[in-house]
């Protein structure tokens, strides 16, 4: 079975199945939160039936803006948006940090070097070896997202 991304599946199966258990263990574990936008992101560019259309520009500017600024820029730029949300704003996101990165490509990559599938898992955890190697893993796919979107 090969999925849309190209990937083969691991042994937890299909990337869908490693993004769900991801986004399970977040709720355990709040020290994955911070890379809880880079998952996302990720995923649904490299799978975009999954997602909606309309988003995956802004996705694909947050990938960029990680990879030009780091972890800790991307988590403050989320809590920004977030509060701004709550403070009932009709606009929704500020674009204003998005700005200078790339829009999305019209062509989908159908393969990357790097895949969900692909991430290690040990006694059904992803974080076996830490919260900053499972940040590095999430980074890299990141990095590969946004290199294969580059050279579609
Ligand atoms: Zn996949």
Redesign the pocket.
């Known amino acids: 079975m090969t999925?849309?991304?190209g990937?083969g599946a691991g042994p937890l199966g299909?990337?869908a199945d490693y993004y769900h258990a991801i986004l399970s263990e977040e709720q355990r574990d709040p020290g994955m939160w911070s890379w809880h936008a880079p998952v996302v992101c990720a995923y649904l560019l490299?799978?975009p039936a999954d997602g909606h259309p309309r988003f995956l520009d802004t996705q694909y500017r947050w990938l960029q803006l990680l990879l030009d600024q780091g972890i800790d820029a991307l988590v403050k730029v989320a809590a920004y948006q977030k509060a701004r949300n709550r403070h009932g704003s009709r606009q929704g996101y500020d674009m204003a940090p998005f700005e200078k990165y790339d829009p999305l490509p019209a062509d989908f990559p159908t393969r990357f070097r790097e895949?969900?599938?692909g991430l290690p898992v040990a006694d059904g955890s992803f974080v076996f070896d830490g919260h900053e190697a499972y940040g590095r893993r999430i980074g890299i796919l990141a990095e590969a997202t946004v290199e294969a979107f580059r050279s579609s």
Do not use: I, N, P, R
């Open positions: 999925c849309v991304c990937a299909e990337c490299q799978h895949s969900f599938s």
